[in-house]
């Protein structure tokens, strides 16, 4: 059982920014597809970023270039440092992992681990 604790939201003004970072226990973190979605108001949970256990990424066209994913294989942890934030980033980010499976994926389905989320609010 893998379990995914998220911290690092809060409250930041238009183009600042934020590192939000997601704890993992349970199982071989080095194995883990991870990854960051997230949910706005009224609006169905989207990809953001994902990254598979050797460095690999993938982003969402939405936050290339203005997001980064990273991770830290020896501490269990994998981040997500935004810049340039806009008031559309604003939502309740989440952490998910995936440990059976090859690379990585767009798709909520395909992964089976989530945290409880963080909520990143951005003024304008």
């Known amino acids: 059982q893998v379990q995914l604790v998220e911290s690092g939201g809060g409250l930041v003004q238009a183009g600042g920014s934020l590192r939000l970072s997601c704890a993992a226990s349970?199982?071989?973190?080095?194995?883990?597809?991870m990854a960051w979605f997230r949910q706005a108001p009224g609006k169905e949970r989207e990809f953001v970023a994902a990254?598979?256990?050797?460095?690999?990424?993938d982003y969402a066209d939405s936050v290339k270039g203005r997001f980064i994913i990273s991770r830290d294989n020896a501490k269990n942890m994998v981040y997500l440092q935004m810049n340039s934030l806009a008031p559309e980033d604003a939502a309740v980010y989440y952490c998910a992992a995936e440990n059976t499976r090859w690379g990585t994926s767009r798709r909520l389905s395909w992964y089976d681990y989530w945290g409880q989320g963080t909520q990143v609010t951005v003024s304008s």
């Open positions: 349970g199982g071989t973190f080095s194995s883990y597809a």
């Open positions: 990254c598979t256990g050797g460095g690999g990424t």
